[in-house]
């Protein structure tokens, strides 16, 4: 997953309207594989409010933010 991160951005830049499921893909690369949870709830934050998200999507959406928090409480930090 983390070698489809190039191309994850580049769908999001060309269709932002319909990124949704992309930048959830995204957030999990990044908090998971990556281990930069600021990084990822900025991605997280960048689905509008008024996004559609399934029931599904909500429930990924959740447990992203809820692993990040759990790094960031952790003590994980990002270095550029």
């Known amino acids: 997953l983390h070698e489809a991160k190039p191309y ?3 769908h999001i830049e060309r269709f932002p309207e319909r990124s949704t499921s992309m930048k959830l893909l995204l957030a999990k690369v990044v908090i998971e594989r990556e281990q930069r949870p600021a990084s990822g709830l900025e ?4 689905i509008p409010e008024t996004a559609f998200l399934t029931e599904p999507q909500r429930k990924v959406r959740q447990e992203l933010v809820d692993e990040a928090q759990k790094l960031l409480k952790t003590g994980v930090l990002e270095l550029e």
Do not use: G, K
Request: glycine share 0%; no cysteine; net charge negative.
């Open 43 to 46: 991605v997280l934050e960048s």
């Open 8 to 10: 994850l951005t580049a």
